[in-house]
């Protein structure tokens, strides 16, 4: 999925909105595009408002320690919506000047710094975690999955996070494949890609997890982990006050690059609208001006993120990457198609991959959301 909306960027060298006119027509295209960028900038909002919590967070345990004594003041301000709003408009202001200085002088250069930063943080974090007496008996059985307990709702949770943390979804990953370079090979690419997406989660599940049931910990998924059990682990953890200042500081880079990828679609969604006549420093301050009225519910009233996630998050980038992969497959000519995936020519193992993009991948991702919808149907019954 990933090669094939970088392929659809570079095809057309255009957003989401002209590339589906280009693939499904002016108007199902105009509507296709204009919903799934809408649906990126709301994931944004929501998004910039939870690393704003984490570097409350990070800043709360610098000053404070994550003692069981001070758990309440930080759940406190935490609730405070007015100071979480407060903390995500400083990351948006972050944010929107970062994308002022372009493609390259802004956010290709953010990246090289942060994503080393990164790598170095969670590995030594990585480190400490095994070096714990007695550990490995947890790391054991963090890495010996139980498939009886997965069912469609997690599936379909977890190919939302994919599709986030990849940046496909129809939005974040066809527009950059609009700055590469033609002679860039996508499939090897977008497998490095992905494996290195892989690689980093897989590095701070191996600080998190082992160290959380080491420990005896709830082992909660989404908010619960981030602001309620890991505080609690950097409490009793050997060195944990620095420890986990330093793991939170690492998250907020790699979500702040993330949120600046979100961004960057919005901005060329409405650059798109003005025709190309607007600055990019004229446009990041309009999308500054749309993201801040987005984030006041989700500052306010957090309790409604989970629900934003799924409808915005999972449910809206996993139809985006669906889209995605039908206009290339079968919006596009067959043999423009081609010569962006496999620029060397077509052979068995490359004939096989079309017939991948075309029928298995849009079937797979139809089967797991009908049955995501099924399940919470049944739910409710």
Same mark, same amino acid.
């Given at each position: ?11 057309l ?64 301000g ?25 493609v ?6 953010v ?13 030594y974090?990585v ?28 599936v ?9 943390s ?41 600080f ?11 082992? !909660?998924? $989404?908010? @619960?982990?981030?602001? /309620?059990?890991?505080? &609690? ?6 060195? %944990? *006050? +620095? ?10 880079l ?35 001006a ?36 039908? !206009?290339? $497959?079968? @919006?596009?000519?067959? /043999?423009?198609?081609? &010569? ?6 077509? %052979? *068995? +193992? ?27 149907l049944?739910?409710?019954?």
């Amino acid at each position: 999925m990933l090669a094939a909306e970088w392929a659809l960027g570079r095809a057309l060298r255009a957003g989401p909105v002209p590339s589906f006119r280009a693939s499904f027509g002016q108007r199902a295209g105009l509507v296709i595009g204009a919903v799934l960028v809408l649906s990126i900038v709301i994931a944004d909002s929501y998004y910039i408002v939870v690393i704003a919590n984490i570097v409350y967070t990070a800043g709360f345990g610098l000053g404070h320690g994550f003692g069981a004594e001070s758990g309440a003041a930080l759940a406190a301000g935490l609730d405070d919506g007015a100071t979480q709003y407060a903390l995500a408009l400083l990351v948006l202001a972050a944010a929107c000047a970062v994308m002022a200085l372009g493609v390259r002088e802004g956010i290709e250069r953010v990246s090289r710094w942060f994503v080393p930063t990164f790598g170095i943080v969670v590995l030594y974090l990585v480190v400490n975690a095994l070096l714990l007496d007695g550990v490995g008996a947890k790391l054991l059985l963090f890495l010996r999955p139980n498939f009886s307990l997965l069912g469609a709702g997690d599936v379909f949770a977890a190919m939302g996070q994919a599709v986030f943390s990849l940046g496909v979804g129809g939005t974040i990953m066809l527009v950059y494949g609009g700055y590469l370079d033609n002679d860039t090979p996508l499939i090897s690419t977008a497998l490095a890609t992905a494996l290195g997406d892989m690689g980093g989660a897989l590095l701070a599940a191996l600080f998190i997890v082992p160290s959380v049931l080491y420990f005896g910990l709830d082992m !909660a998924a $989404g908010p @619960g982990l981030v602001f /309620s059990t890991l505080p &609690k682990l950097f409490a009793v953890m050997p060195g %944990g *006050r +620095w420890l986990g200042v330093a793991f939170l500081a690492a998250f907020v880079l790699m979500a702040f690059l993330s949120a600046l990828a979100a961004l960057e679609v919005g901005l060329v969604g409405l650059r798109d609208v003005g025709g190309g006549r607007w600055s990019r420093r004229r446009l990041a301050m309009l999308l500054f001006a749309v993201e801040a009225v987005l984030m006041l519910p989700s500052a306010f009233w957090p309790s409604i993120i989970g629900t934003l996630d799924m409808l915005f998050g999972s449910g809206m980038q996993t139809l985006g990457a669906l889209a995605a992969v039908l !206009a290339l $497959g079968w @919006g596009m000519r067959r /043999s423009e198609a081609m &010569k962006q995936l496999f620029a060397n020519g077509i %052979g *068995r +193992w490359q004939a096989g991959l079309v017939f991948w993009l075309r029928w298995v991948v849009p079937a797979a991702l139809l089967v797991i959301a009908v049955l995501f919808v099924h399940e919470h149907l049944q739910g409710g019954v």
